[in-house]
């Protein structure tokens, strides 16, 4: 079993940045894609950005142009950075981590807890 630990998440400003991470441990073989999903109070979930082991990312259109997904492989970390925030991007993010097509589908098996964002004034 695979467990994860988000953080980085909090009120923000709108305008202002931040860096989520999510740090993975348990019973690790080889972790394929690591992403964030966030949603909102209300709201759909949606699909915000995932990187594969190898470095290859995907964009959901949500936050397409303020934000940078990586990864280091050595500490099976993830990392969303996040610029330009606006109060739409209020929500609860939440680490994924499976086979890629799973995370992207939505279907993936190792959920975070989530992280709290909130930008306001």
């Known amino acids: 079993q695979v467990q994860l630990a988000e953080s980085g998440g909090g009120l923000v400003q709108p305008g202002g940045s931040l860096r989520l991470s999510c740090a993975a441990s348990?019973?690790?073989?080889?972790?394929?894609?690591m992403g964030w999903f966030r949603q909102a109070a209300g709201k759909e979930r949606e699909f915000v950005a995932a990187?594969?082991?190898?470095?290859?990312?995907y964009y959901g259109d949500v936050m397409k142009g303020r934000i940078t997904i990586s990864r280091d492989n050595s500490k099976n970390t993830a990392y969303l950075q996040m610029n330009t925030l606006e109060p739409e991007d209020s929500a609860v993010y939440y680490c994924?981590?499976?086979?890629?097509?799973?995370?992207?589908?939505?279907?993936?098996?190792?959920w975070g807890r989530g992280t709290q964002v909130t930008v306001s004034s």
């Open positions: 348990g019973s690790i073989l080889r972790i394929d894609a």
């Open positions: 990187v594969t082991v190898t470095g290859y990312t």
């Open positions: 994924v981590v499976d086979q890629v097509d799973k995370l992207l589908a939505g279907t993936g098996r190792n």
